[in-house]
């Protein structure tokens, strides 16, 4: 019985090492949730967050997935300038954003999902706090850009 118990109320997470450190990334921490690691880079004069999913440790197929980000994140943010204004033209109701939409900058990277290494969330911030600006990411390409305030 004490077994069970112990069982049932033992965090699965409890041996899980609370940070680990990566050749490229440097230092990733479990988060407090321990549910994703959480890392920071500086890139091109700027410090971009990476959130890597993975139990146990930083996913593998997530961490090379980030490596491809980080060893080109030049040509990615010249993506994003084009999405970003690709957007204000194409996408109607974000036309009244367009200012604020050109302000935005690269926050982080999130890549949560193992079983889908390919896709990231890609978080801006912008000139108003309380809006989290975002995207998605699969297969080089951007897509769905809005907000939530």
């Known amino acids: 019985m004490i077994r069970l118990l112990r069982k049932l109320f033992t965090d699965p ?8 450190h990566d050749p490229v990334l440097g230092e990733l921490r479990l988060s ?3 549910t994703w690691w959480e890392g920071k880079v500086t890139l091109n004069g700027k410090e971009v967050e990476f959130n890597i999913g993975g139990e146990g440790k930083p996913d593998e197929r997530l961490i090379a997935h980030t490596y491809e980000f980080v060893a080109n994140m030049t040509e990615f943010e010249a993506m994003l300038a084009d999405f970003l204004e690709r957007e204000i033209r194409d996408e109607r109701h974000l036309n009244l954003y367009a200012d604020e939409i050109r302000q935005l900058e690269l926050k982080g990277i999130h890549q949560l999902w193992p079983n889908n290494p390919h896709y ?3 978080i801006f911030k912008g000139p108003d706090e309380y809006k989290i ?14 907000f939530d305030d």
């Open 32 to 34: 407090e949730d321990a």
């Open 120 to 122: 990231a969330e890609i």
């Open 13 to 20: 997470t409890a041996d899980w090492p609370r940070s680990v």
């Open 133 to 146: 600006w975002g995207c998605g990411y699969a297969d080089r390409k951007l897509f769905n850009l809005g």
